[in-house]
């Protein structure tokens, strides 16, 4: 009788995985396949697979981070720059991101990319704090002290002078 419902157990996850892998979207499956190609150090070879996913329009926050660090290690800044003020822009307005973003261009020695980024999205968004107190943090680590005070001060609502 256990054996019977084992099998019978058996059947019904196989039927319900092959329903549910038709259902996933394919651009999930080539984003894992991207991924196990830049976790064993192929980044040529995740590229293609990651913008593929991109195109599919995988919503991952892990995606953007992985494409736009592939991009910088192989010397695409303005494609990563082009996705990071995308990023901005649109989906991925999160503390967080922008943070880790901002973190991987700084890796790649790209700051001044990012700034120029995080200086339009500031433009666009003058009442957000947390982009102000990013592009406050990234001047001040790029050395540019003077425009950082000044970004801070508007942040503690004094005069910019």
């Known amino acids: 009788m256990n054996l019977k419902r084992l099998v019978l157990f058996l059947v019904v996850v196989a039927v319900l995985t092959s329903l549910v892998y038709q259902n996933v979207k394919s651009g999930w499956v080539t984003y894992r396949h991207g991924e196990t190609l830049f976790l064993q150090g192929d980044l040529k070879g995740a590229l293609p697979l990651f913008e593929a996913a991109e195109a599919a329009g995988i919503p991952s926050r892990e995606l953007l981070l992985r ?95």
């Open 67 to 161: 494409l736009t660090e592939v991009r910088l290690f192989l010397g695409q800044v303005e494609a990563a720059r082009q996705a990071m003020a995308q990023a901005f822009h649109e989906r991925w307005f999160r503390p967080f991101t922008a943070e880790a973003l901002v973190e991987l261009f700084l890796r790649f020695r790209q700051g001044e990319s990012a700034l120029l980024v995080l200086a339009e999205a500031v433009a666009q968004h003058p009442d957000s704090a947390v982009l102000r107190l990013l592009y406050a943090r990234l001047l001040s680590r790029l050395g540019r002290f003077a425009e950082a005070a000044r970004e801070f001060r508007l942040l503690l609502g004094e005069p910019a002078s």
